[in-house]
């Protein structure tokens, strides 16, 4: 049973490009959630996904930025325009749901460094 | 929303000596909290977590923590510091959605 898998694990992209990063969620999770980790600071709350919706973007920045978690295949984080400012690791996690017995999984993160 | 604070931004302990960090939530009703440790350009792994029941939970790598609603904390101990536990710890809370702290690092002194 693979865990959370995102890729790339390393992504350079020059300013004014797009950047797209995956998380495939462990297998029966159907919850994904979104974190930006800067250089020095801790995790910051993106973006919380169930197959299909979008339960909370609270975190996720007014423009540019925007995800989906289709019904089939890997959760996206779509940066339009990136700017240095962006670089970051993005986390991606997974779990059953948010209440009852469950623990979310983390993925190993995307490294993205813009240009 | 609910949220987490992790007062120590850097904390540093000399192997062998004992190590508290702490953790302080907002929520309104009981949450499920969890410690999480993320090593140098790593993915986080989970310590320890707290749903129900007893208030002081075990974790891996000789970890524990104790719930105190009285005191909305959800501190992290461990009795004797490895050179190995040097990373950075976030704590989480599972209320409408998952939070985190803004992390403690830790550094071991030899």
């Known amino acids: 049973n693979a865990g959370v898998m995102q890729n790339p694990r390393h992504l350079v992209r020059r300013r004014g490009q797009e950047a797209r990063l995956r998380c495939s969620p462990m297998?029966?999770?159907?919850?994904v959630y979104w974190y930006r980790q800067l250089p020095e600071e801790g995790l910051k709350f993106m973006v919380y996904?169930?197959?299909?919706?979008?339960?909370?973007e609270s975190g996720m920045p007014k423009e540019r930025f925007s995800a989906e978690f289709p019904k089939e295949g890997p959760s996206i984080l779509r940066i339009q325009q990136v700017v240095r400012g962006d670089s970051a690791a993005y986390f991606c996690?997974?779990?059953?749901?948010?209440?009852?017995?469950?623990?979310?999984?983390f993925g190993q993160g995307t490294r993205l460094t813009v240009v | 929303a609910q949220s987490v604070t992790q007062p120590d931004i850097h904390i540093t302990v000399s192997e062998g000596a004992s190590l508290e960090l702490r953790c302080n939530y907002s929520?309104?009703?009981?949450?499920?909290l969890f410690w999480y440790v993320q090593s140098p350009g790593q993915g986080l792994q989970l310590l320890l977590k707290?749903?129900?029941?007893?208030?002081l939970v075990q974790g891996i790598k000789g970890f524990e923590a104790e719930f105190k609603r009285s005191q909305s904390s959800f501190n992290l101990r461990k009795p004797s510091v490895h050179w190995s536990d040097a990373a950075e710890y976030f704590c989480?809370?599972?209320?409408?959605?998952?939070?985190f702290g803004a992390g403690t690092r830790l550094t071991v002194k030899p």
């Open positions: 996690a997974s779990s059953l749901g948010t209440r009852g017995n469950t623990e979310a999984f």
């Open positions: 297998k029966g999770h159907s919850h």
């Open positions: 996904l169930q197959k299909e919706n979008i339960i909370d």
């Open positions: 929520y309104g009703a009981t949450p499920y």
């Open positions: 707290y749903f129900s029941g007893d208030t």
């Open positions: 989480a809370v599972v209320g409408n959605d998952m939070r």
